[in-house]
């Protein structure tokens, strides 16, 4: 499977963007997704999952309330809706694939298909 993360930007403090991840070479049926983050200078840090039937759905707590992680099983998309956006919000957003049952975000980092970032940037 391959994973094409789009969407980023510049935008100003309290912004919104919606970050798209296309998938390829598989359904994304198969999967369950998440987003990861990483900001310069700091570790990679967990954002949003989801389970293959959307049953699960998880936040880093810092996002929750602003940020809404979605699928669209029939284009082969991944979603990350990007509201309220705060220049802490600064990253290079990555999408992530795990054919793992309820993966947890250990998991997704660990044994996870990536794929290439996409730059969001908020200025203050």
């Known amino acids: 499977v391959q994973l094409q993360a789009s969407g980023g930007g510049l935008v100003p403090a309290g912004g919104s963007l919606r970050l798209s991840c296309a998938v390829s070479g598989r359904s994304v049926s198969h999967y369950s997704m998440a987003w990861f983050r990483q900001a310069p200078g700091k570790e990679r840090e967990f954002v949003a999952r989801l389970g293959k039937s959307g049953g699960i759905i998880d936040y880093v707590d810092s996002v929750k309330g602003r940020f809404t992680i979605s699928r669209d099983n029939d284009k082969n998309m991944v979603y990350l809706q990007m509201n309220g956006l705060q220049p802490e919000d600064t990253a290079v957003y990555y999408c992530?694939?795990?054919?793992?049952?309820?993966?947890?975000?250990?998991?997704?980092?660990?044994?996870?298909?990536w794929g290439q970032g996409t730059l969001v940037t908020v200025s203050s």
């Open positions: 992530v694939a795990s054919s793992i049952a309820g993966p947890t975000a250990v998991q997704f980092e660990r044994f996870g298909r």
